[in-house]
Antibody, heavy 116, light 112 residues
Framework: QVQLVESGGGLVTPGGSLRLSCAAS????????MSWIRQAPGKGLECISY???????YYADSVQGRFTISRDNAKNSLYLQMNSLRAGDTAVYFC??????????WGQGTLVTVSS | DIVMTQSPLSLPVTLGQSASISCRSS???????????LTWFQQRPGQSPRRLIY???NRDSGAPDRFSGSGSGTDFTLKISRVEAEDVGVYFC?????????FGQGTKLEIK
């Protein structure tokens, strides 16, 4: 079955950087668009980035210029490089598989806390 | 960005009764390819979201047939017939027609 396992979250000071990883299994990773979606504590969901099968990338305005999504199909892995982190970036970050312009599978999430 | 507005935000329901959640978009969700990319998710306490319905009314395998989706244009509805205790959680709608994909605020379903 589809499995998405995020890692790399943690506590970082404002202005710092963090790299999230997502290990995918149970499906042909290279055939799917992949996304990062975040959920701030007690808040709603925000799609922040997605990457196509051809590695075209899209970003929400809130992270454009600071975050970079990438994929390594040989390793069945998705990444999110996060720079210039702010307190407002504090959230659980989910790796997600896109299908039919929707999300059909989610990881368990990894918590990123930006605080001094 | 397309704004998705859900109502109600809190939904107390008696076991065995039906429940409806409304989701309205700030603009029509019909895509250039003719499809309407409106999705419903369920998020149980402490869990990741789980997709229930995609493209307005297509139920995911594994989603109980008590869940159904309907609507068109800018108005969409998730209906849960015969609510069970396992249905407790937060329900979100999401549009995938235009980037950035956007979610509703969530509707918290609880048992009376």
């Amino acid at each position: 079955q589809v499995q998405l396992v995020e890692s790399g979250g943690g506590l970082v000071t404002p202005g710092g950087s963090l790299r999230l990883s997502c290990a995918a299994s149970g499906f042909s990773f290279s055939d799917y668009y992949m996304s990062w979606i975040r959920q701030a504590p007690g808040k709603g969901l925000e799609c922040i980035s997605y990457i196509t099968t051809s590695s075209y990338t899209y970003y929400a305005d809130s992270v454009q210029g600071r975050f970079t999504i990438s994929r390594d199909n040989a390793k069945n892995s998705l990444y999110l490089q996060m720079n210039s982190l702010r307190a407002g970036d504090t959230a659980v970050y989910f790796c997600a598989r896109e299908n039919w312009k929707s999300v059909d599978s989610w990881g368990q999430g990894t918590l990123v806390t930006v605080s001094s | 960005d397309i704004v998705m507005t859900q109502s109600p935000l809190s939904l107390p329901v008696t076991l065995g009764q039906s429940a409806s959640i409304s989701c309205r978009s700030s603009q029509g969700l019909v895509s250039n390819d003719g499809n309407t990319y409106l999705t419903w998710f369920q998020q149980r306490p402490g869990q990741s979201p789980r997709r229930l319905i995609y493209k307005v009314s297509n139920r995911d395998s594994g989603a109980p047939d008590r869940f159904s989706g309907s609507g068109s244009g800018t108005d969409f509805t998730l209906k849960i017939s015969r609510v069970e205790a396992e249905d407790v959680g937060v329900y979100f709608c999401m549009q995938g027609t235009l980037w950035p994909y956007t979610f509703g605020q969530g509707t918290k379903l609880e048992i009376k």
